[in-house]
């Protein structure tokens, strides 16, 4: 269903003491990665509550990505593995509004992997072309 | 006709049990109706939408609404009702947030009416004969029937409401409190659910027992338990309690029949999406910290639409599923 010439809008919420620092590194070395995604830095990942999700794919966000420390190195100690929890739970309730489980990932970006960062976002892009517009608005007004 | 204050009472795709919920106020029905005039309430009492028509706009001081909106009907209905009254009550689960027909934006017409006049076993319709909008019987005379919607609407979404009067049904205290309220003049800031911005598990008569530290390592389905009466709360069991993403005001009545909060009477102020938020404060306390430990507490939930959307399907952020044509 892939449209000709589509541009995916992907929103990535990454926190602020590790995945921002990885857009930073991967920034200041210049690397190239897909301008479609918007970043929103949030403090930690832990507070990314699935109804700021939900609710980027409702208003037009084809996809949407969460970026956080490591396991073991969330500044705020468990933070991530409440986002880990939180979206696998999360998953479940996008299989059965049969939307696609790759629209919303999660992975894990440190300060310093600029390259992990430039990757992780590059492979959203292609995975999300592959699948196509969301376009909710269109499931919701059909009447 | 006397000067009292008229009121309407309407019902959309609802299930009754709201009218049933008026009645069951009991004698505090005497109260209701010698205070104000009921000029429509198709249930109850014979009137025509035609009397409904002839009123002046703004004539009736309230109606109350039950039920989504899923009938074109529905929909001329409630916007009528709208021009006529003065402030609109959304009345119960159902038109506050689309309720349990609200379940069906799991599916679409075309799925429900195949299963429903073309599948069903106990059917004979050889013709495979759906619901149209139009038709000739015998050949001469034209009959019409409602559109069906491709989806359950709660009434804000149709038209504006003034107020929302929580609960499937609503109990009979919440009831009278906003009757209360509309006599005195004493109601609260315009687009208000009447009942408290509570937490339900700030009124659980089970609330001593929550550990301090409440976590969950299994999900429990109710009717596999045997442990429901033990007074404990049912989080720690492992068995989903809407509680906390759920206003109070119900009276606990559930609980105190030893069964979870299911969520009618709605999320507390200020929160969109109920099951959301219910899903987030419930994943955060999973137990343990490795990715194939945390898959496998969620093996153990089969469903995320029945325990976390029992009422607030349409109402809620995705409002329906997505068909696999779409």
């Not at chain 2, 107020?163 to 109601?187: N, R």
């Not at chain 2, 339900?200 to 530290?213: G, I, N, S, V």
Request: hydrophobic content about 35%; some cysteine.
């Amino acid at each position: 269903m892939t449209e000709k010439g589509f541009e995916p809008k992907i929103a990535a919420f990454i926190c602020n003491w590790c995945s921002y620092g990885g857009a930073d590194i991967a920034g200041s070395k210049r690397l190239q990665y897909s301008p479609n995604v918007k970043l929103i830095r949030v403090m930690c990942s832990g507070r990314v509550d699935p109804q700021f999700i939900m609710e980027a794919l409702r208003d037009g966000a084809d996809g949407v990505m969460i970026l956080g420390c490591h396991p073991g190195d969330c500044h705020y100690i468990e933070g991530n593995y409440r986002t880990m929890k939180r979206h696998g739970m999360l998953k479940l309730l996008l299989k059965q509004l049969n939307i696609e489980e790759d629209r919303v990932i999660l992975d894990w970006v440190s300060a310093s992997e600029g390259e992990k960062f430039a990757k992780v976002v590059d492979k959203m892009n292609a995975r999300i072309t592959e699948l196509g517009p969301l376009n909710w608005d269109k499931v919701v007004s059909r009447t | 006709m006397s000067d009292k204050p008229k009121i309407g009472i309407y019902w959309c795709s609802s299930c009754g049990g709201c009218e049933e919920a008026i009645i069951d106020l009991n004698e505090g029905i005497l109260d209701v109706v010698a205070a104000v005039d009921i000029m429509f309430w198709p249930v109850a009492m014979d009137f025509k939408y035609d009397d409904v028509r002839k009123m002046k706009d703004g004539e009736l001081l309230a109606s109350f609404i039950n039920g989504g909106v899923r009938l074109s009907e529905q929909e001329d209905i409630v916007k009528l009702l709208r021009q006529k009254s003065q402030l609109i009550f959304a009345f119960g689960s159902c038109a506050h947030m689309g309720g349990i027909p609200g379940l069906a934006n799991m599916n679409d017409r075309e799925s429900i009416f195949k299963r429903v006049y073309i599948e069903m076993e106990s059917n004979d319709n050889p013709d495979n004969t759906v619901p149209q909008t139009e038709s000739l019987v015998n050949g001469k005379y034209k009959a019409e029937l409602p559109e069906f919607y491709n989806s359950v609407y709660p009434l804000d979404q149709i038209i504006e409401v003034d107020y929302y009067i929580p609960g499937c049904a609503p109990q009979p205290q919440t009831i009278l409190d906003a009757f209360t309220a509309i006599l005195e003049g004493k109601l609260p800031e315009k687009g208000s659910v009447l009942a408290p911005s509570k937490s339900l598990c700030d009124t659980c008569p089970r609330k001593e027992t929550k550990p301090d530290k409440l976590t969950i390592d299994i999900f429990r389905r109710p009717h596999l338990y045997d442990k429901l009466d033990d007074g404990k709360c049912f989080l720690e069991a492992g068995i989903i309690c809407m509680g906390p993403a759920t206003r109070s005001g119900c009276g606990e009545r559930c609980i105190n029949a030893n069964m979870p909060c299911r969520g009618c009477y709605g999320p507390p102020d200020g929160v969109k999406d109920q099951g959301l938020s219910m899903m987030s404060a419930l994943a955060s306390i999973i137990k343990p910290d490795e990715e194939k430990d945390i898959q496998s507490v969620l093996e153990s939930l089969p469903d995320s639409i029945i325990p976390f959307y029992m009422y607030g399907l349409p109402s809620s952020i995705m409002f329906r599923k997505k068909m696999e044509k779409e």
